[in-house]
């Protein structure tokens, strides 16, 4: 996994960016030779392997080209039951991730403002910490607990994993979220709601949630990208999610599926960051301009 | 807060464990031994020195073409097109994707690759020397195409920080496209620069997924050797050695951002 800002979350300027800033006329219409050369360099290296990979998973079993691989990939039980696996990972995690971060967020920019900077930090460590790292504590979280410990976290993938993505996803989910509860005039809204008579939880689902739907969307496509994507943690612990069947069936002779697989997979990840962009393109919000 | 007793549970306990298991002996009783041992055995040394080395180079390759990507965009219209599929498709290759992108990797530059074989069409072998794709060369190049994107990401505010007034100001007073970048974009970006590469070396430093899918735990890189340690079982004790291993990781990587933190501050300063 990775570091850093966490620039593709909705508001956080990469898309959009601040103001349109005043350019002058003519520079951006000129297309100029080291922009050609960067984006046909850029081409040559991004999309190559991906149309080499194209190019590979139409290679059938049989050796002729054609769309065999990806008919297969239904039958394959594998990697059929990985995926089942991911998924539901990917929906809890999702969902967990909202439960636990938006009251968060909603409270710390309410009456504790001055944490904000701790939870930046505290946000952050998952980025800091190797996953391969993490994934050692957990070996060795898994070969000292007490055995109920085990049976209730560790016997099944999703409980063993879940809990732990979610503090993967805290970085990308916190920002997301952050941002959304920013754009909104939070105070009158909460005090609004109280005033009439609202529990918290009421106050949250009802008037909250609705006004940062786009961001607890950003967060929760972030999350499911994540959770379709991360192998180091799962391999280590020797579960067996979407990722990591992707991996054994390319060993095992397969890799035509898994390749076809892959593709999809990638599709579809650049499908909910694409339509993410354009959800947090929907509504102007005040920029921050930092990069963490 | 629950959100304070979640990490503490779910973050905290695990890194407990790591530091806990490599100061401790398997009868509980401290020790620094388990680091020792680790300095002392070769084979760790090159796994770390390998993994500095493939950090390094895989940074600067990244940062160099990264912000000339970004640069490239952040030239065209806000908001347009072209800047939505260059960010999400960033945002994709730097942190949704190792594993289809080692696949696409061995497609292109494996032994029966695409390129490989346009290549050999042309006369040239690219498998005659040492060159393969799970060599350290081989696994750095598929590195790149994380590392640029995540670049790309990273220096975008930055870019779009430069006010256009500033390039005016410095044309109305007589200076050159040249000495607008040699004394105004240069100096005002390279906090920015140096910070995003640090991270970008962190960021390769950590990362096990793309490695893991080219040639599993072979490669001798720090991660690798603690999958190795862990479940290996080559040798007697090796779990706690790759809980030192990990905690030597960890150390790095601070180190990495206690430089990061204080080359933004200085970033900060322009861009607001």
Same mark, same amino acid.
């Given at each position: 996994m990775s570091f850093g800002s966490v620039g593709i979350v909705p508001g956080d300027d990469v898309v959009g960016g601040p103001e349109p800033q005043p350019v002058t006329k003519g520079r951006k219409e000129r297309p100029r030779p080291w922009r050609i050369a960067i984006f046909v360099l850029a081409a040559l290296y991004f999309v190559g392997p991906l149309a080499s990979a194209f190019k590979f998973s139409l290679i059938?079993?049989?050796?002729?080209?054609?769309?065999?691989?990806?008919?297969?990939?239904?039958?394959?039980?594998?990697?059929?039951?990985?995926?089942? +696996?991911? &998924?539901? *990972?990917?929906?809890?995690?999702? $969902? #967990?991730?909202?439960? /636990?971060?938006?009251?968060?967020?909603?409270?710390?920019?309410?009456?504790?403002?001055?944490?904000?900077?701790?939870?930046?930090?505290? +946000?952050? &460590?998952? *980025?800091?910490?190797?996953?391969? $790292? #993490?994934?050692?504590? /957990?070996?060795?979280?898994?070969?000292?607990?007490?055995?109920?410990?085990?049976k209730l976290l560790f016997n099944h993938p999703v409980t063993a994993l879940t809990p732990f993505y979610v503090i993967l996803a805290l970085p990308f989910t916190y920002r997301a979220l952050d941002n959304g509860v920013r754009s909104i005039d939070l105070h009158t809204l909460v005090d609004a709601s109280r005033n009439l008579g609202a529990s918290w939880r009421q106050t949250i689902v009802h008037v909250i949630l609705p006004n940062v739907e786009t961001a607890v969307l950003g967060a929760m496509f972030l999350t499911i990208a994540l959770c379709l994507g991360e192998v180091v943690i799962a391999t280590l612990l020797l579960y067996h999610t979407f990722p990591v069947a992707l991996i054994q069936e390319s060993l095992s002779g397969t890799a035509g599926i898994s390749v076809a697989l892959s593709i999809i997979t990638l599709a579809f990840t650049f499908g909910l960051l694409f339509a993410l962009s354009f959800l947090a393109g929907r509504r102007h919000r005040p920029s921050s301009g930092r990069m963490i | 807060m629950p959100f304070a007793l979640y990490v503490l549970v779910f973050l905290g306990l695990p890194l407990y464990m790591v530091i806990h298991g490599a100061l401790t002996t398997d009868a509980g009783h401290f020790t620094f031994s388990n680091f020792k041992a680790t300095f002392n055995s070769p084979a760790y040394r090159t796994a770390f020195k390998n993994s500095v080395i493939l950090s390094i180079w895989t940074s600067l390759v990244g940062a160099v073409f990264g912000v000339w990507l970004a640069a490239a965009v952040v030239a065209g219209k806000p908001g347009g097109m072209l800047r939505r599929v260059v960010s999400s498709a960033s945002g994709v290759f730097a942190y949704f994707a190792g594993v289809p992108l080692a696949f696409a990797w061995v497609a292109t530059l494996g032994a029966e690759g695409v390129?490989?074989?346009?290549?050999?069409?042309?006369?040239?072998?690219?498998?005659?020397?040492?060159?393969?794709?799970?060599?350290?060369?081989?696994?750095?190049?598929?590195?790149?195409?994380?590392?640029?994107?995540?670049?790309?990401?990273?220096?975008?505010?930055?870019?779009?920080?430069?006010?256009?007034?500033?390039?005016?100001?410095?044309?109305?007073?007589?200076?050159?496209?040249?000495?607008?970048?040699?004394?105004?974009?240069?100096?005002?970006?390279?906090?920015?620069?140096?910070?995003?590469?640090?991270?970008?070396?962190?960021?390769?430093?950590?990362?096990?997924?793309?490695?893991?899918?080219?040639?599993?735990?072979?490669?001798?890189?720090?991660?690798?050797?603690?999958?190795?340690?862990?479940?290996?079982?080559?040798?007697?004790?090796?779990?706690?050695?790759?809980?030192?291993?990990?905690?030597?990781?960890?150390?790095v990587i601070v180190v990495v951002m206690v430089c990061y933190w204080l080359v933004q501050r200085r970033a900060r300063r322009w861009l607001r």
């Open positions: 059938q079993s049989n050796g002729s080209y054609g769309f065999g691989n990806y008919g297969q990939i239904i039958n394959n039980s594998a990697i059929r039951s990985a995926l089942i +696996t991911s &998924l539901e *990972i990917s929906a809890i995690t999702a $969902v #967990l991730v909202v439960v /636990l971060m938006l009251p968060t967020v909603v409270w710390v920019r309410l009456r504790l403002p001055k944490l904000t900077l701790m939870m930046e930090g505290v +946000t952050l &460590l998952p *980025i800091v910490i190797p996953p391969v $790292v #993490l994934a050692a504590g /957990l070996e060795e979280l898994q070969s000292h607990a007490p055995e109920w410990l085990v | 390129v490989t074989v346009l290549l050999k069409d042309i006369g040239i072998n690219l498998y005659a020397g040492s060159f393969t794709i799970s060599s350290l060369l081989g696994v750095g190049l598929a590195y790149v195409y994380f590392q640029v994107p995540l670049m790309v990401i990273l220096i975008t505010p930055a870019l779009e920080g430069l006010r256009p007034e500033w390039q005016e100001a410095a044309q109305g007073l007589g200076a050159t496209k040249l000495r607008y970048l040699r004394h105004v974009a240069i100096p005002v970006l390279a906090p920015s620069v140096i910070g995003a590469t640090l991270i970008l070396f962190g960021n390769a430093f950590s990362a096990y997924a793309t490695a893991l899918a080219l040639v599993g735990s072979t490669l001798n890189i720090v991660p690798a050797q603690i999958d190795d340690a862990i479940n290996g079982n080559v040798l007697v004790n090796a779990d706690r050695l790759g809980l030192a291993l990990g905690v030597e990781m960890i150390i």
